[in-house]
């Protein structure tokens, strides 16, 4: 299960990531295209194919046959498997990396929250631009710190109007998209997924194409020229700016800010065979992820995974005449707290129901016995695990019951049906 579970994803991130490179997307297109593949890599399937599994699920049938002692021996004994499936060893990274995760989200919102007293807020671009606006040390010009309330931080040595202009701009730009939240998740996702290059591949996308689309609305604002110029002063200045996981910055590198200003100058648009391209594409990723998908709920249908269930010894001793006394053994697996019935099709049409409750040392057997669909004696029983009890009902019938935990991977039994022919003692 775990393998479709890397195809899929393995699928989708390539494939994005193809269609990104060479096809002409407007990053408009492409950042919800990019952060929906991360988040793609954090939906459990195996859990979404059990559930679709269990609503199409029928566990209630009838088996025709008894089954034999030593399949409750061998059901009784427990199976430990020491050896790590692909599963185990992804579990364990998972761990690893929601640890990693948390601590750093941790350290940054407490740096966030300390923020407001290490730094200066300036009143004058604050009311100018009606936004809290602070100077910092950190050596990038601009920067958006917080979650839910960012705030903009401006290096102290930044004072050219112009540029003041492009970096402030560009961050309430960044405010107006919620782009600290995407940033801010992403980065989670980059820890959590810190084994996997392919996501890493995939953040640094994301937030590349975050800026650019930044880059594209700011740019309309102030003016392609004006922008392009103020941007590229930025970045001749800022060689080597701080970058941070959880924030949107003015840009993390100098590369990056040589990037964006290339596609501040090219004309984005799809040409007929680059849309052909995608629709192919993502044809050929959808057939493949539903036959994925498919195969794994049809496969979970019908594997049972082991589960603790109750294994009932049952000898049913029946005395039809004065001298003429009939027996018959059977041993059933079921679940507990989940109702049998028993049907013996005597003369008599004698039938019975039981619910056993798992109570730690001992099991509580609750018993219905009906004779022509009339309930005609409700005993319970509680008997401790691996010992036999008799109960007697009139002194025609009697019932030694035998209970003893066991693991089970078939669907839970419902009835069963004790047609067969009668043995004397």
């Not at 185990?88 to 990693?100: E, Q, R």
């Not at 001749?236 to 590369?255: D, G, I, M, R, V």
Request: charge should be neutral.
């Amino acid at each position: 299960m775990m393998i479709n579970y890397i195809l899929i994803n393995l699928l989708f991130s390539i494939s994005t990531l193809l269609i990104h490179r060479y096809c002409n997307l407007s990053a408009k297109v492409a950042v919800p295209l990019l952060f929906a593949v991360l988040i793609s890599w954090c939906i459990p399937y195996d859990l979404l194919v059990n559930w679709i599994s269990n609503l199409n699920a029928n566990n209630s049938f009838m088996i025709l046959s008894t089954q034999t002692s030593k399949t409750i021996a061998s059901a009784n004994s427990y199976i430990y498997d020491h050896s790590l499936s692909l599963s185990d060893y992804l579990y364990f990274l998972l761990v690893i990396g929601s640890l990693t995760a948390a601590y750093k989200a941790l350290k940054f919102i407490l740096w966030s929250n300390s923020i407001r007293s290490i730094c200066v807020k300036d009143e004058v671009l604050s009311e100018n631009f009606r936004h809290p606006i602070y100077r910092t040390a950190q050596q990038n010009p601009g920067l958006l710190v917080g979650f839910l309330n960012p705030i903009i931080l401006i290096d102290k040595d930044l004072n050219e109007r112009d540029l003041l202009s492009v970096t402030i701009n560009h961050e309430l730009t960044h405010i107006a998209y919620r782009d600290h939240i995407l940033v801010f998740t992403s980065g989670l996702i980059s820890y959590l997924f810190f084994w996997n290059p392919l996501v890493r591949k995939l953040v640094q996308q994301t937030k590349l194409t975050i800026e650019q689309r930044c880059d594209e609305k700011t740019a309309l604002k102030l003016g392609t020229n004006e922008y392009l110029m103020g941007l590229a002063q930025l970045i001749k200045h800022y060689q080597k700016p701080e970058s941070f996981a959880f924030n949107t910055t003015l840009f993390n590198s100098k590369n990056q800010g040589i990037i964006r200003l290339i596609y501040l100058k090219e004309n984005k648009m799809l040409t007929k065979l680059q849309r052909s391209i995608i629709a192919i594409i993502t044809l050929i990723s959808s057939m493949i992820t539903s036959t994925l998908v498919l195969a794994q709920v049809a496969q979970t249908g019908n594997v049972q995974l082991p589960r603790q269930g109750v294994a009932l010894k049952i000898k049913t001793t029946f005395q039809a005449e004065e001298d003429s006394i009939f027996t018959q053994a059977t041993d059933v697996l079921s679940d507990f707290d989940k109702q049998v019935s028993l049907d013996v099709n005597d003369e008599l049409n004698t039938s019975f129901k039981y619910t056993i409750t798992d109570l730690k040392q001992t099991a509580l057997i609750d018993f219905y016995m009906s004779i022509n669909g009339e309930v005609v004696a409700t005993p319970k029983l509680e008997v401790l695990f691996g010992n036999t009890a008799e109960m007697r009902i009139d002194n025609l019938i009697s019932l030694e019951v035998t209970p003893s935990r066991a693991m089970i991977n078939k669907p839970s039994v419902s009835q069963l049906d004790l047609s067969i022919p009668l043995q004397t003692p």
